[in-house]
């Protein structure tokens, strides 16, 4: 027997996502957002600080302080990714053209904004760049809110040929983050 969340098993929310390679080779499905979205992310963990001394001239206390806020980030960013995983059950997938057959998820963390797992994704980088305190990773962290910002777009095209009640049930929430240009845009923006 699989693991189970609340009545919806891993195997079931696993399902159905139709990765293929000819589906990337033509962009199906949006796979060229997951792609930058996926190499971004690992670019994101795996390249060191740089430069090595962009941040040396702070004091200990700062640099500290810097780490434990960047610590702090990066928690509760996988704390709203797995609340957002959770929340989406069945209609989980990695890429932007929606699943057939989902429901609008409206609970958890979709009740703050329109996009929390893209939102927990960016608090997860944002905290990887201040521990790292790197110059690097605060342009990959740019570069990754681009990225999620046009694959919730190319999303939400889906959204609302699938939900014609997208646009009703989902207009007064942020996009991603309210207060950031360019991180929250109107459904019609989308379309």
Known sequence: MGVRTRGIGIKAALSGWNLSWAGLWRNQQGEWWLLGQGVLILAVIILPGWPQSALADLNLIWRNCLMISGGSLLTGGVVLAVASFLALGDNLSPLPEPKPGIQLVQSGPYRLCRHPLYLAVLICAAGVMLMRQSPLHLALLIALAMTLRGKAKREEQGLVRRHPDY????S???????WIPGLNWSIEDAS
């Not at 007064?172 to 309210?178: N, R």
């Open 172 to 178: 007064g929430k942020p996009a991603i983050l309210a």
């Open 167 to 170: 646009r009703t049930l989902f």
